[in-house]
């Protein structure tokens, strides 16, 4: 294998990674300019893939972070996350992908901030807030951040995001299942879709005011959110949700 020359560096992205790539790139390496040292970060970041998309980085063979700083005359090769292989005793470039369900989903993705807390899973979601926030809220509460916007996680205080490939809900919340092995942390029905409260047991005395007069009649039972007082029973609605549910692999029981 040949040297690379002072003045450039020979660049491999693989699998995932070349999704960010024009299509010349992709599946193969490429020598790119390296005019002055920059740091691993800065390098991959201009060649397209947001650092939050990238799990492991060699140069020259040798694993290093995002701050590493090149020099020219390396090799390096980058990695998305791995799903089989577990590389956690080598030196990754960026935290372990969290699967903890706490995500922050940007403006517009709020039908998927919806199917997520209908899995249960914490979704902060802020229709209004702009990019600057939302990297600072993903940084503050470590929160994984959701969007389709590859600048917002190139943003450096965020630590943990992902770029959502898919365009329909449905589609995206299977993705993001998929992506973080969330099925079996799920606990469906314990989260309100609306505002992303904790949802308690209710009696029908307590809702009697705000609930239809036959949903109070023919329902017993009734749940209610901890934040916005949004009342919840088995109605048609229900069993929509259910279905979808069970449609994406996520088993639609309430566990208390």
Known sequence: ??????????????????????????????????RERTSVKDLLESLGPPHTEVELVLVDGRPVGLGHVLE????LAAYPTFRQLDVRSLRCAGPPLARDGRFLLDGHLGRL??????????????????DPDLARTSYREGRTLL?????LLKRSLVERGYFVRATRPRAQLEEVLDRFDLRDVARPFTR????????RAADAAEVADRVPPRAHRDQV????????????????????MQALLEAVGVRGCTRS
């Not at 749940?223 to 009342?231: L, N, Q, Y």
């Open 147 to 151: 969007t389709r916007d590859v600048g």
């Open 221 to 240: 039972e009734f749940r209610v959110c901890t934040g916005c007082g949004r009342v919840y029973w088995k109605g048609t609605h229900y069993e929509r």
């Open 72 to 75: 020219g005359g390396e090799r």
């Open 192 to 199: 309100c879709m609306r505002c992303n409260g904790a949802i």
């Open 1 to 34: 294998m040949g040297g690379v020359s002072r003045e450039a560096v020979h660049v491999r992205f693989y699998a995932q990674l070349g999704e960010f790539l024009p299509s010349r790139r992709r599946g193969r390496g490429f020598l790119h300019p390296l």
């Open 113 to 130: 901030a919806a199917y997520l807390r209908l899995c249960g899973l914490d979704a902060a979601h802020e229709q209004a807030a702009d």
